[in-house]
């Protein structure tokens, strides 16, 4: 072992993939680079130009390596040290992001008879075009008193890997005849690194429905009778606990990377569950937001119990000893993206560049102006669909209250409080079913925004601590790399030897929560009206729209 041993984390991304170098003893972070995917998201094509339907996101996973071949070597370069001071090497990726492989993990999108092939390619986790999948498992689920029902809230999503499975059994036969492993991208890019298939438990049990085994052959046939034999032609594999050792880096992963062969591969895992112990949230009670394009909240408790809408519970899903829960928003930054994009003015862009701002930075600037309320707006975020509490990805967005003298900067604020009141649905699922939440912990991007962290602040009535690292999940991932070198006895040892927090920088001030309380119980209306069955206009709008479009 080396006198002052280093570790790599690679955290996998919805649009880039980013290496960072960090110091074992202390967590100290010395060299980080980013690599963007070539081919970005596919959500109107393929490469080819080939169309793609609506709700459709797609991915080429050769940009996966891609990342291995240029972020890591860079982060290693902007950290001066030397490669042979590399123990190990963690990753983590976006979660339910499937990849359908050969026996050799070779993706099918690769075969010359499937590169035109839309179902051959990965499915992103926001691939939502399996909706139709998840309300049949949903119902028959429901319908015969499934057990592991509960243990996902009552429902499970379209994201994840059953439903996107039947869908490419349903809609693509000859590929689906053709896959040998379908295989999470988490475990697909530690096979790359160590040259051997190992199934992470993390996300077999929080997307694969992996609960004291899998749904049975009986259930499947139900759905469909070709799909009775899924878990055990497609899915099952060996299961690896996080911070285990998957293998050796191989020769070739060697040479994209830079780094010595042989040193350890952490099993994958979850960009959202590594930042838990990278921001020392591993006891009860501290929820952790991981705030990017989407958001994910994960929070461990000492007790099982049933919360509606949540994404899973597993036993030792985040830290061993602990019961592990996952919930999520599938649009946050996404939506302040696509409304700077798509809904802004041309002299907000122009005020901006003069200014050297961004346009979000002036928005924000001029949303702080205002008093809560002052902009007469509520809106609900379910621009990508509802993860959390109804998961439902037939929703869609509304921005209530807009006349003629609305302003970008309403809109732009509108929008901000509609994802802090989706989190606080979410905080009070948790609260009304016997597990309190006491601290909000911010990790990702948009901890970056002071008015977003003090509205989520206001709204949750909660203390908002910040992750010390700006790199949340790829620290996450070195820690576990550390776990499986055996530089840490566990996860929990690294937690506290590399993790990094900063506790209550943002706190409720009482009159804004005040203030938030009465436009909280107007989100709520709409939420329920909207989601829960006394509107289908969402769902009618979404089903004219395939129709029109001849699907």
């Given at each position: 072992m080396a006198s002052d041993p280093l570790v790599v984390g690679v955290d996998y991304g919805t649009l880039s993939g980013r290496a960072v170098v960090v110091r074992v003893r202390?967590?100290?972070?010395?060299?980080?680079?980013?690599?963007?995917?070539?081919?970005?998201?596919?959500?109107?094509?393929?490469p080819d130009g080939?169309?793609?339907?609506?709700?459709?996101?797609?991915q080429v996973p050769q940009d996966y390596v891609d990342v291995l071949r240029h972020a890591v070597p860079a982060a290693l370069a902007d950290a001066g040290v030397d490669p042979a001071d590399v123990i190990g090497i963690g990753t983590d990726f976006t979660a339910c992001t499937m990849v359908p492989v050969k026996a050799d993990g070779t993706p099918l999108n690769e075969l010359p008879e499937f590169a035109d092939n839309p179902h051959a390619y990965v499915k992103l986790w926001k691939h939502h075009a399996a909706q139709p999948q998840a309300?049949?498992?949903?119902?028959?689920?429901?319908?015969?008193g499934e057990?592991?029902?509960?243990?996902?809230?009552?429902l499970i999503s379209s994201e994840w890997e059953f439903a996107k499975g039947l869908q490419l059994l349903e809609?693509?036969?000859?590929v689906y005849a053709a896959m040998d492993h379908w295989v999470e991208a988490a475990d697909w890019i530690v096979w790359q690194l160590a040259g051997a298939y190992v199934r992470n438990a993390c996300t077999a049990g929080y997307k694969g429905i992996y609960q004291d085994g899998y749904p049975s052959t009986d259930f499947l046939q139900a759905l469909n009778p070709d799909f009775g034999g899924f878990v055990a032609?497609?899915?099952?594999?060996p299961l690896g606990q996080l911070g285990d050792r998957a293998g050796g880096l191989t020769e070739q992963a060697a040479e994209w990377t830079g780094l010595k062969p042989g040193i350890a591969v952490a099993v994958g895992n979850v960009d959202a569950h590594v930042t838990a112990p990278a921001a020392r949230a591993v006891e009860p009670g501290q929820m952790v937001a991981i705030m990017g394009t989407s958001t994910c909240h994960v929070m461990n408790a000492d007790v099982l119990a049933d919360v509606p809408g949540m994404c899973g519970v597993v036993d030792g899903g985040i830290v061993p000893g602990l019961w592990g829960y996952e919930s999520g928003q599938s649009g946050v930054g996404d939506?302040?993206?696509?409304?700077?994009?798509?809904n802004v003015p041309a002299e907000y862009h122009e005020q901006a560049k003069a200014r050297g701002l961004s346009v979000h930075e002036l928005l924000t600037e001029l949303a702080a102006q205002q008093r809560i309320g002052e902009h007469g707006l509520i809106a609900l975020d379910w621009h990508s669909g509802n993860r959390s509490v109804l998961v439902d990805h037939e929703l869609s967005g509304v921005v209530v209250g807009q006349t003629l003298a609305t302003r970008a900067e309403d809109t732009y604020r509108a929008l901000l409080e509609a994802t802090a009141y989706g989190t606080r649905v979410i905080v009070d699922s948790y609260t009304d079913a016997g597990i309190p939440v006491t601290e909000l912990v911010i990790a990702g991007g948009l901890l970056r925004n002071p008015l977003l962290m003090q509205i989520y602040a206001d709204v949750t009535n909660l203390p908002l601590s910040v992750i010390g690292s700006e790199q949340g999940p790829a620290l996450g991932s070195a820690m576990h790399a550390a776990v499986a070198a055996k530089a840490y006895e566990d996860i929990h040892a690294a937690a506290k030897a590399m993790g990094s927090v900063k506790r209550g920088v943002y706190l409720p001030i009482p009159d804004n929560v005040v203030a938030y309380e009465r436009m909280f119980v107007e989100y709520q209306e709409l939420h329920d009206y909207f989601g829960r069955g006394a509107n289908e206009v969402m769902h009618r709008l979404k089903a004219r729209r395939r129709a029109a479009k001849g699907e």
């Open positions: 202390d967590g100290l972070e010395l060299g980080t680079a980013v690599h963007d995917y070539r081919h970005g998201v596919l959500d109107r094509a393929l080939r169309p793609l339907p609506p709700d459709w996101a797609l309300d049949r498992i949903n119902h028959l689920a429901s319908q015969r057990s592991w029902l509960p243990r996902y809230g009552g809609e693509a036969p000859e032609d497609k899915l099952d594999h939506i302040f993206a696509w409304f700077v994009e798509h």
